[in-house]
């Protein structure tokens, strides 16, 4: 069966027009990875970048060399796994009441990789960051069918309950990631106010929004607290030179933002509007607000908050980006293009939003956007292979185009990332038959069955 026949791909389209062009799109990992979401947002991701950045940095480890991956998950909970990764959970982020205390955790994490600890979930962690994009359908249209919560309900119900076992560490194991993270912190100077009253909150269960409910302990079960362990921590931070700077007022506006839009994409409309009321014209409410009134189809409201913002920041890229995200979803297609073009410049092709506009070209029909979709999807694949959505689109392309070996090629590329490589495997060697041979695409088809093929021993052993 062809993978791309043009009519389904046209359908396919439509159903990603309305459902999952979101610029947070909630990912699942493999199975190993117990049902967890990964949600993906470009600012999220380069803020988050940016907090740690300084302190993988005073770990000497490098900037850039470990990655923060934001989960979908109302807990209050981070954890290392699969390396130079940190895994951080959306309730945390709400949770926290500034970017100093997200800074605290991730120093604590980041003491855990440098420590060499390892937990039980990263030894099967080594996939866990592949993601299919037929769940990230599933989960989009039972968001749409549901609402979200049901749908984070779903996705996120798993195994929940097992997660906190998979993930505890011993406490001398806690005492070493703590007094690294320490010096962390100090060499990067960042004050340690921020970590102090983020455990001290944990232990006092002092939350304010509470959307996380029952969760709210599982830092601690992870990570056991005590009051031994803060009063330590406290005496470590109290006598560092940068007990008294203040929080970084840049970062802490983009935390701000950042906290703002992930609550009006995941809290309950309602809620949002509670938080955020309409009397308040501060950016953050602004944000939320968006968010909230987009997911419950009030475009004119969503698009009016948009539009304030853009009169404030015009060359903001994720104001932009939301802007074309809700023409969109809202089928105003060709109204989506500008935006998204220039949210894709600004950010030199930054992959989500640029798979975005890719996706956006593709769902107005039109053949004469083909070659620009075409250019901005290898952009944003150029920055980053491992995306399947966009794989997925570029074959599309390609498609259209009349180009069956290179749509087979970018279809096993999808199916490669997506844990299915009896189908990789099977496109990438009719796409190597078609292609030129010695062609770099022909040495790639060859690549990508090897890796099938190693993929496919890997299963084989573990049944
Ligand atoms: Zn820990």
């Not at 109302?74 to 699969?82: C, D, E, P, S, Y």
């Not at 404030?312 to 109204?335: A, D, M, T």
């Amino acid at each position: 069966m062809p993978k791309f026949a043009p009519a389904s791909a046209r359908l396919f389209t439509r159903l990603l027009a309305l459902l999952a062009a979101m610029a947070m799109v909630t990912q699942p990992l493999a199975a190993q990875a117990q049902g967890l979401n990964v949600l993906r947002d470009a600012e999220t991701e380069a803020l988050l970048q940016d907090m740690i950045d300084p302190l993988a940095e005073a770990a000497g480890l490098g900037e850039g060399a470990v990655d923060v991956v934001l989960l979908s998950d109302t807990t209050i909970n981070a954890f290392v796994a699969g390396g130079q990764r940190v895994y951080i959970y959306s309730g945390l982020l709400l949770e926290a009441e500034d970017a100093g205390e997200v800074q605290g955790v991730l120093a604590h994490e980041l003491g855990h990789i440098t420590g060499g600890h390892i937990n039980r979930y990263s030894e099967g962690a080594g996939n866990a960051t592949r993601i299919t994009l037929l769940s990230a359908l599933l989960a989009a249209a039972a968001a749409f069918a549901g609402g979200g919560d049901a749908a984070m309900g779903i996705l996120a119900a798993g195994q929940q309950a097992a997660l906190g076992s998979f993930l505890a560490f011993s406490r001398t194991q806690e005492a070493s990631a703590d007094a690294a993270g320490a010096r962390y912190l100090s060499e990067a100077g960042i004050s340690g106010r921020g970590s102090l009253r983020f455990f001290e909150r944990l232990e006092n269960m002092e939350f304010r929004r509470g959307i996380s409910q029952n969760n709210d302990r599982e830092y601690g079960r992870t990570h056991p607290l005590s009051g031994n362990r803060i009063a330590r921590l406290q005496e470590d931070y109290i006598v560092d030179p940068a007990w008294d700077t203040p929080t970084d007022p840049d970062l802490q506006e983009r935390f701000e933002r950042v906290q703002a839009k992930l609550y009006g994409y995941l809290a309950p409309p309602e809620r949002v509007l509670t938080a955020y009321p309409t009397d308040r014209t501060d950016v953050p409410s602004r944000y939320a607000r968006a968010y909230a009134y987009h997911r419950d189809a009030l475009m004119e409201q969503s698009l009016a908050e948009v539009d304030a913002l853009l009169a404030l920041e015009p060359q903001n890229p994720y104001f932009l980006e939301l802007k074309g995200q809700v023409l969109l979803e809202s089928g105003r297609v060709n109204e989506a293009l500008p935006p998204l073009r220039e949210a894709t410049r600004l950010t030199q092709s930054t992959p989500l939003i640029a798979s975005m506009l890719g996706h956006a070209l593709l769902a107005t029909d039109d053949r004469a956007n083909l070659p620009e979709a075409e250019r901005v999807l290898r952009a944003a694949l150029g920055r980053d292979r491992e995306n399947p959505f966009a794989w997925y689109q570029l074959g599309a392309v390609y498609q259209l185009l009349g180009d069956t070996p290179r749509a087979r090629l970018a279809s096993a590329e999808q199916q490669i990332l997506s844990g299915n490589p009896q189908g990789a495997l099977m496109n990438a060697s009719a796409a190597e038959q078609a292609l030129p041979v010695g062609s770099p695409d022909w040495i790639r088809a060859q690549d990508v069955q090897l890796q099938a093929r190693a993929q496919l021993e890997r299963m084989a052993e573990r049944n």
